[in-house]
């Protein structure tokens, strides 16, 4: 008797995932591969190049990849904070889909810059909200002649843009500033089926989190009701794949809170 082979909810997709090449990123862009999307990689400096290639290697090597002679991923190197690189990223994204769309474009390269009001430049208020805000909409715009009916967008925001945090208001003011612009995509998108939605991360075990005082870590997870402890990365990229499905197609500018309840709205 032939064995049933499992059906991939995101086959035939191409998602493009910035800041790719790690934490959480690096994870979403494997899930939807998993999913059966055809992933293009985003990533910011050389140094990591190597990191990316290995997550292209293991997008490869997924056993529903293994048959099919076309790339099931790319890597892009690029510098979000430079608009004229959007058209490029398109252009290689598409290349990979026959029939030149896009489908899925996650928007989770971000900076945190944590400084006092007295210590803020002029340059770092331009490099976050050139990084969090006019990227995400610069490749959108880049993205648009190429997004079918029942696209899905997908911003990664944190439980930080509807907090006060002391030394991050860069932080926590463009990520106010993304779920803004979630809500108004949503608006002017959706009259084809495209849904645009925000998740707002938690406190969660990756890179970013060593950056945390370890008393304000502890009293993170002593208020988190579910188990008291920091989230996964996994628990962020299911949502990511379930945003990008069929499944969430009544879902649209909503900002989806993945925080174990440390914070609830």
């Keep these: 008797m032939a064995s049933e082979t499992t ?15 790690r934490g959480l990123g690096a994870d979403m862009a494997l899930a939807l591969a998993k999913a059966g999307a055809k992933v293009v990689l ?4 050389h140094s990591s190049a190597n990191t ?10 997924l056993p529903h990849n293994l048959t099919s002679s076309a790339p099931s991923s790319i890597a892009i ?6 608009p004229t690189c959007f058209p490029d990223i398109v252009q290689k994204s598409i290349s990979l889909s026959p029939s030149n769309h896009i489908n899925i474009i996650v928007n989770n390269a971000a900076v945190q810059i944590g400084l006092p009001i007295s210590e803020i430049t002029e340059n770092d208020f331009t490099d976050t909200y050139s990084l969090n805000i006019l990227a995400p909409m610069l490749l959108l715009k880049a993205a648009l002649p190429y997004l079918p009916a029942n696209s899905r967008i997908i911003n990664i925001s944190s439980v930080a843009g509807r ?13 106010a500033a993304l779920e803004g612009l979630t809500r108004s995509w949503a608006a002017e998108l959706g009259s084809n089926g495209t849904t645009v939605n925000a998740i707002a991360c938690g406190p969660i075990q990756t890179d970013m989190l060593d950056n945390i005082p370890e008393r304000i870590k502890g009293r993170q997870k002593e208020d988190t009701p579910v188990e008291q402890r920091f989230g996964t990365k996994d628990e962020v990229s299911e949502v990511v794949v379930w945003l990008a499905g069929e499944g969430s197609r009544w879902v649209s500018g909503q900002t989806v809170n993945v925080s174990g309840g440390w914070t609830m709205y």
Excluded: H, M, W
């Design 42 to 45: 985003i990533y910011a400096s």
């Design 77 to 82: 190197q690029a510098d979000l904070r430079d």
């Design 163 to 175: 907090s006060g945090f002391s030394g991050l208001s860069l932080y926590c003011s463009s990520k």
């Design 7 to 21: 059906p991939l909810p995101l086959e035939g997709k191409v998602a493009i995932v910035t800041g790719g090449s």
């Design 52 to 61: 990316a290639n290995n997550i292209i290697k293991e997008i490869s090597s």
